[in-house]
């Protein structure tokens, strides 16, 4: 099976830093994209940034200028480095990978099981 492991979530002031790293692993053929989401109280879950395997990215509106994704792919890590925090900022942050388990087998949604960031003061 597959199994992606999130860390460096955790309480940060305002104005502060954090980054999170999310470790793919199992029986993976291939990964086409991994990306970050989170999910505010009463929100709905969002984009916060993807990265594809060619290294394209995609970043959400509210996070551009603060926010860097970046993956190692020889690791199948993701990492989401994040600066000048808001207390908006505050949500569980879930990794997700569209992967592959084998050739020509359909690609796949993956996720973590989400990792607490709280920026307040």
């Known amino acids: 099976q597959v199994q992606l492991v999130e860390s460096g979530g955790g309480l940060v002031q305002p104005g502060g830093s954090l980054r999170l790293s999310c470790a793919a692993s199992?029986?993976?053929?291939?990964?086409?994209?991994m990306g970050w989401y989170r999910q505010a109280p009463g929100k709905q879950r969002e984009l916060v940034a993807a990265?594809?395997?060619?290294?394209?990215?995609n970043y959400a509106d509210s996070v551009k200028g603060r926010f860097t994704i970046a993956r190692d792919h020889a690791k199948n890590t993701v990492y989401l480095q994040m600066i000048s925090l808001k207390p908006e900022d505050t949500a569980v942050y879930y990794c997700?990978?569209?992967?592959?388990?084998?050739?020509?087998?359909?690609?796949?949604?993956?996720w973590g099981q989400g990792i607490q960031v709280t920026v307040s003061s």
């Open positions: 997700n990978a569209h992967l592959r388990l084998g050739l020509g087998v359909p690609p796949t949604n993956y």
């Open positions: 199992g029986s993976i053929f291939s990964i086409n994209a």
């Open positions: 990265i594809t395997s060619g290294g394209s990215t």
